[in-house]
Structures are given as C-alpha cells and as structure tokens.
C-alpha cells in the first residue's frame, strides 16, 4: 500500500509503483476529474500539482508522487488563484466540450500563484503544454487575465 | 442494477401514478407512449410534472430539460434550454439540462425524420419550434393550475423569470403548481411568442455546462465507474483490413490483475479491473496477424491514382450549361489541382465506451451522436430489438464528428469485448490516443482540379470542377440518403452549390471506395473541408488575373446570394486596415461559404518573418445563422472553428505507409496551441429566419481565406494541404 497526501487528505492506494499517477487518482481513488488524454505528456489534460507545480500525472509514476502534496481540479477552488481562475471560466464561458478544462484550469491556477499578472506571452508559453482541441484559447487568455484583475 | 459511484442514483417513478402526460407536440413524428413515459420519468428534484418528454418540473422548482441532442462542446445543451426557457418564461437559474436516453419515439432528430442523432449541425435548427413548443406547453399548464388555484381567468396571469403573477398580488413559482398542472389536459396548441419579446433568445444565457465542466464533476464515458466494471484494452491490428491469425496470451495473463483476454473480430482485448493493468496486459500479447487482405498502399501512390483520374470528368453532380464544350474552345484557360490528406478527429477523449449485457438486456453509458444507428448495430451483436438497447448519453470529450460513426466502430467493439468475454458485469472500453489515432475514420482524402475561361470582363465564363476520393456514405446506412445516381452528396457539397453565376458549370465526382480501403467519416464539416478551399482558393486566384478586388469580384457574381454578399460585406466593414508592420511580409486573405446552411465569411490577416514563420495575426468572422439563439454559444463556435481548421491547414495530415498510419499522438500529429491561435473577432449577421446550424460552418471558409492570404503576402500558391513547410520550400 503507498499512502498518498492528495487535497489535504491521506488517502491509500495498492497500485504498483510504476504506475502512473493518473490512473491512481482516477481508478484506484476514483476522482475522475483529472482527465487521461495522451498518456505521453503531450497533452496536459492530466495535469494536477505536485508541491505547488503542474505536472503531466500520466508519466508521473506513483513512486515519484509519494510523500509530496498532490491537488487537483477537485479542490482546486480552496485556493485564491484556483478560486479565481474557476470563476473567471465560469463567467466567460470558457469551455466547450470541457474534457481538457481540468488541465487547463490546473496550469493557469499555477501560473497565477507563481506570477499574478501575466501578460499574453507569458501566458502563451505557461499554458502551451495544454492542448484544447475545441480550441477555446481566446477564452482562456481572457479569463485568466480576468482571474488576475479578480486577484490584483 | 448497478451502483453508479459517480452517477446520481435515479429512482424510477412507478407507471401508473397518473402523474404523466402523453403529449403530442406539433412537428413530432410520434406522440410518446405514456406509460414508457412515465416508466422513464425519473424523480429526481421531486418531479411532479412531465407535460412532454422536454421538459419536467419538480415540486422544488427545478425545470429539467431533457437535451435530445449530444453535448460534445457545441453548446446544444445550453441552446435547447434557452428554447424551452424562453416559451416557459423560467428563470434562467433554475433550469437544469440532462441527456436524453435513446429512444426514437421521442427524441428523433426532426431533420432526419424517425431517427435520433446529432449530426450537419442541425440540433437548434431542427428543435427550434419544437422545443419553443414544449416550454409553452408547460406554461401555460402552470398559468392554468395558477386560474383554477386562484379563481381567476388564465389570460390575467402573467410569468416572468419563473413567477406566476396575478394583479389580485398573488404570486406563486412553478414548483408550487407542478403538481396540480400534472393532473390538467395537455392543451392541444399553444401560442408561441413574437421574436420581440424573447427575453432569452438572442441574449446572454450563460452556458449550463460551464460549472461541471470546471470542477472536475462532469462526467464523460471515461469517467463512468460501476460495480464490478472492467477495463478493456484492444490490440488492434497494424494495418486495416488485417485480422488476428494467432495469438499468445500467457505473458499478458502473467501480468497482476489481468482477468481474461479474448479475441476480437478487431483484434485482442485484454481485461483489467484498471486501464494501467490492462494496458500492461495488451502490450505484453504476441499476435500474428493475417494480412492478406489488408489494404497496404501508401499516401503518395493514392495521391497519383487520384491524380490520374482527376483529369478525366466523373459523375455528374452538376451541370449547367455545357462547361466542357466551353472549355475545349477555349485556348486560353486556367487550372490547378488541389491535393487534401487524410485527417483524423483527435478529440480531447480518445474513443470509449460502456457497454452491460446483463439478463437478455443491454445497457450502454456513452456521448455518442447516433443513436438509433448505435442501438441497431448494438442489437445485431446481442440478438435484441433495437429500442431494447438502453443509451444512457454523457458528455462527449470533443467528436468533430467521430462519434457519429455510421457502421457504430468502437461502440461494436466494446460489445464484442462483452459478448466474447461473457459476462454479465460492464466493461468499458478505453482507446489509448494511438489506438484513436490509428483506428482510421478519417477525413478522406481527395484530390480536386478546376479549370475556368474567363470573358472579357475577367469573369467565368465556363467552371469545370473534378473531384476525386472516397465516399463517406456508400455502404452506410445513409447510402440511400445521401447517394444518387453514384453522387455522394457528401463529397461534392460546397462545389455543387457554388454560389456564383456562372452560365456554364459542371461539377463531377469519382468515388475510390473500391481501390482504396482506408476506414473514412465525417470530419467537422464535412464535403466543405475540401469543396471550400478548392472553390474560394480557385475564385482568389481568378480574381487575381482579372485584376480585381477579391471582395468586389466575388461580390459581383453574388448579385442573387444576398446571405454570402451580407456575410461579405459585414466583414469588410469591419476589417480595418492591416497595421503596418516592418521587416515581415503581410497578406490578407478573403473566404466566404455556406455549409449546412449557415455563411460564414472570414478575412484572415497573417505575417510571415524573414525565416518564413507564419503567424495568423487576426480573423474577422461573420455568420448568417438566421436567428441568432446564443450570440455568445455562436461566437464561441466560429472561434472555435477557426482554431480547428487552422490546426489542419498548418499541420494536419494521416500519412499511410505500406498501409501503417504513421502518425500516433499529438507529437506527430500535432494540433493548435495557444500560442498559435489568433484574435478572432465575430460578428453575428441579423436575421429574422429560422436558426441554422454553427457547430460546422465555421471551419470551411478558413484555409482558404488563410492560403489566399499567404498569397497576397508571398505570391505562392497552395496548393496541397497541410501548408507544412511549404513556405520555407
């Protein structure tokens, strides 16, 4: 059994170590908002933070998760810029089909926390590794600009 | 019955309550059966009060609309309730939206007559009196329990924003009379109101998708979890058409937690209680595979058949006047060939499904956009009629058309899985992205030629348009529909109905099913991703040689197609001069076209840096959408659409060698970026008809808006899609 510390909570999985930490959080504890979309780090639609930073859980194994502070989308209105960045999507109508919308908001939630005024390509190069294939990118520029006004 | 984990538990509402209303409501093939109604009413919000199979109001003043169509990103969901909330004069809050099942009877697409699906970007064009029907129908049962409740006449009550009111000052919500509207006699008609006096129609109606969608709660077939459910993962063969000749399976069923492995008519699936188990378990199966019979030819050979036939007419699709005698006479004319590759899908969610067949009975959990189509092809696996195959929709993570798959691919293949493994408990099937990536049903390839003579004041005389490639509808379902006389309408639209006067055209089709065995679908609008760009490329490259304003030329021959010069017009007017910029080429590029229809004009501005770096700088759009339901929805699409197309002009291409698809996730078949994505201005052309479609429409008009603008900056035709590296050639 590996312990895993996850939205503040302690919560156990049986997996193996090598498996990737997507399908930890998905299968094994079931939280599915955290979204399986390359398995290869190409997409980001798997992102969650680890220690604060974003990271592709679909080619981060178990082992490498263990022991550091995991949150995803599920909690990630418990902090400011996750609360922020939520609301902003929500007022802006953001998504389309919404399966890439967890990664999205994950990567924008930690670009705010590390710089809380982004200009648009700071924001183009934190959020490139975030493919949305609905291509709502005017939207999310925009929304996370408004997220950092909220923030200001 | 299972436990969802993830899926509010439904409680059923047992028939016979008298609680349920059979409706008939006006444009409905069938009036729905009250008692399957009322078997499937479920009470959630403590339902009392289900006038027709849209629309349920509980006692806690929920309304619920049951959405009919697929939500894939399109934001039907949000469009149909704006529909039934406009006639009900709900408060926009407290309405809730919910997938129909699949069922026919009552939710068939209007547009495709006894079947349901979501498809041609017909949702709120074919819902558009429908569901203003159903909302109005509820209503004015609710003003009517008001009158009886009060004692006072129904036409001195009035509804806003979810309130009855009467002048006496009494005021009640509609939670407070669902259950004494339920027992009333649905009115046989009702009135529907005057376009000035929506208060929702045309305004912002927030999207009721947005908060699921960003708190992680949505749920798409990937995220269904059921008691006792395993994953299945497939290995499928490397080439289409190949089969399984023999297998070993003992390395996959020595990895821990693989439960069963059983062969597929598509290959191997290897069952796990998880995806990372089973995946394990695939990668560690040694398969021989059969391929006699597969189809083994390369990208560059189909491109030369294609090239060989073009030269020759095909199948007429259209034919005024004598094109061909023209052009023989002709010493003088003008011709290009196009070349369009294969394009696949990629949505965000790789193919899945859900699928239980438990005591004689199927069940599937799915966001796909053929119902009717998928339950037949459910039935014939399991030997069930085909209204017996339960659909529980959810959201679809993207489809672009993927999911409305005519022969029901990866949704068979889950019930093959099912059926081979025997079992009584759910399986889900999980594609990996390579497995989508290689599955084929692709945009088919084409290869198109126009030749025109011009007259002497520069404009077509004689169009002679040839197009080669696979038909998407020819041995479908929709083959009786779709082909006439050989003609795919599916491969010729947007060129057999080229909007311009021109005295002698001829549009001509040769359809490769027969010589090139690559599984194809419709891709995001379809014939007018290539029909589109051959048409307004050629038309640019025409205008070029009469010395003409691409605007004005096309403008011209537009003189009886006021929705395309509206369009055009509306974006000239508002595309400003391009800023100046130094050090860079500049171009600007027109497109306009109509698609399921809808007219979309796009005038693309882009710049091109000394290394050949292309950016697309900004796109003005405008839409002629008839009536427009959800300015913001419609805005969101157009941006949407951009993006789309203009990933696939940049870089979108399924290449074939000896019949291997070379290309399997997003590293070798890359999508668009944010980095790369424009500003996109939208405008909305006012309009007082009916609504069409937007999921689509946007697409088309793009490429060739772009290419026309790379050849304003650069004087280079482009002429083969993607544009690729062909700028720095």
């Not at chain 2, 956009?369 to 399991?382: E, G, K, P, T």
């Not at chain 2, 427009?628 to 060698?657: F, H, R, W």
Request: charged content about 20%; some cysteine.
């Amino acid at each position: 059994m590996t312990d895993l510390n996850i939205n503040g909570k302690t919560l156990s999985t049986d997996y193996d170590d090598d498996t990737p930490l997507l399908w930890v959080i998905r299968d094994s504890l079931r939280m599915t908002g955290t979204k399986f979309g390359c398995g290869a780090g190409l997409c980001g639609a798997c992102t969650v933070h680890l220690d604060g930073q974003p990271i592709r859980s679909c080619s981060t194994p178990l082992s490498a998760a263990a022991g550091k502070k995991i949150s995803t989308i599920e909690a990630v209105h418990e902090s400011k810029a996750g609360e922020a960045i939520q609301k902003a999507w929500q007022d802006l109508d953001v998504v389309q089909c919404g399966y890439c919308q967890s990664g999205q908001i994950m990567s924008a939630t930690a670009l705010l926390t590390s710089n809380p005024a982004p200009t648009d390509e700071e924001i183009d190069n934190a959020m490139n590794g975030n493919i949305c294939r609905c291509a709502t990118y005017v939207r999310i520029r925009a929304a996370i600009h408004q997220a950092a006004k909220a923030l200001a | 019955m299972n436990n969802l984990h993830n899926v509010s538990r439904r409680g059923f509402l047992k028939a016979g309550l008298g609680l349920t209303i059979a409706v008939m409501i006006p444009g409905c093939a069938k009036s729905p059966d009250s008692e399957t109604a009322a078997v499937d009413t479920i009470i959630e919000n403590g339902v009392l009060f289900e006038p027709n199979a849209f629309v349920r109001i509980g006692a806690d003043n929920t309304v619920t609309v049951i959405a009919k169509h697929l939500e894939m990103g399109q934001g039907t969901y949000t469009g149909l309730a704006t529909l039934i909330a406009e006639e009900l004069d709900a408060d926009w809050a407290q309405v809730k939206v919910e997938g129909a099942p699949g069922d026919a009877k009552r939710f068939n697409n209007l547009a495709w007559g006894p079947y349901q699906g979501t498809g041609g970007s017909s949702a709120i064009a074919n819902s558009y009196e429908q569901m203003r029907n159903a909302g109005a129908t509820a209503r004015a049962m609710l003003v009517q329990a008001a009158a009886t409740a009060w004692n006072v006449p129904a036409s001195e009550i009035t509804v806003k924003a979810g309130v009855l009111s009467h002048a006496s000052g009494k005021q009640a919500n509609f939670g407070e009379f669902a259950e004494a509207a339920s027992a009333l006699t649905v009115p046989a008609t009702v009135t529907l109101k005057d376009p000035k006096d929506f208060t929702l129609i045309g305004k912002v109606a927030h999207r009721k998708d947005s908060k699921a969608k960003t708190n992680g709660s949505a749920i798409f077939t990937q995220d269904i979890q059921l008691d006792n459910m395993l994953v299945a993962v497939v290995a499928h063969p490397p080439t289409f058409g190949a089969t399984v000749k023999s297998f070993n399976d003992k390395d996959a069923k020595a990895v821990k937690g693989v439960v069963n492995v059983v062969k597929l008519p598509s290959g191997v699936a290897v069952l796990a209680s998880n995806y990372w188990t089973a995946k394990k378990g695939r990668d560690a199966l040694k398969i021989e595979w059969d391929e006699s019979k597969a189809f083994k030819k390369s990208s560059d050979e189909i491109v030369a058949e294609y090239k060989a036939l073009v030269t020759k007419p095909g199948k007429v699709a259209r034919k005024d006047g004598d094109a061909l005698g023209a052009l023989a006479k002709s010493k003088n004319f003008i011709s290009n060939e196009y070349v369009f590759p294969f394009l696949a899908h990629a949505a965000m969610e790789p193919m899945n499904c859900v699928v239980q067949f438990k005591d004689g009975a199927c069940e599937v959990w799915n966001g796909n956009q053929l119902h009717s189509i998928d339950q037949f092809a459910l039935s014939a696996v399991f030997g069930l009629k085909p209204e017996d195959v339960k659909i529980n929709t959810v959201f679809a993570g993207g489809s672009f058309g993927r999911r409305g798959n005519p022969q029901s691919d990866y949704i068979v293949e889950a019930a093959n899985i099912v059926k081979a493994a025997n079992t009584q408990d759910p399986i889900k099937l999980v594609w990996s992205r390579e497995d989508d990536m290689h599955a084929g049903q692709y945009r088919p390839m084409y290869v198109h030629k126009i030749s025109a003579t011009l007259n002497a004041a520069g404009f077509p005389e004689a169009w002679h348009h040839t197009i080669v490639g696979q038909s998407i509808a020819k041995g479908t379902a929709f083959e009786g529909q779709m082909v006439k006389d050989g003609v795919d309408a599916t491969s010729v639209e947007g060129a057999s109905n080229l909007p311009y006067q021109i005295a002698n055209l001829q549009v001509d089709l040769h359809t490769t099913n027969d010589t090139v065995g690559v599984p194809i679908q419709w891709w995001r609008s379809v014939g007018s991703t290539h029909t589109g760009y051959a048409t307004e490329v050629f038309i640019d490259q025409l205008a070029t040689i009469a010395k003409q304003d691409p605007i004005a030329y096309r403008l011209a021959m537009l003189k009886d197609k006021p929705i395309h010069a509206g369009a055009l017009r509306l974006a000239a007017d508002k595309a400003n001069a391009m800023p100046v910029k130094n050090g860079v080429k500049q171009g600007r590029g027109v497109a306009v076209h109509e698609s399921f229809s809808t007219t979309v004009a796009q005038i693309v501005d882009i710049t091109i840096d000394a290394e050949n770096n292309l950016t697309v700088d900004r796109v003005v759009c405008a839409v002629d959408c008839g009536i427009a339901v959800n300015p913001d929805v419609i805005k969101a699409q157009m941006e949407g659409s951009i993006g789309y197309a203009l990933a696939a002009a940049l870089t979108g291409e399924i290449t074939l060698k000896d019949g291997v698809v070379e290309q399997g996730n997003f590293d070798r078949y890359p999508v668009l970026r944010i980095a790369e994505m424009p500003a996109i201005d939208v405008y909305i052309v006012p309009s007082a008809e009916k609504p069409t479609g937007v999921g689509e429409p946007g697409v088309p008009p793009f490429a060739p808006a772009l290419a026309n603008a790379i050849f304003a900056a650069t004087g280079k035709h482009i002429i083969r899609l993607p544009i690729g590296d062909q700028l720095s050639a």
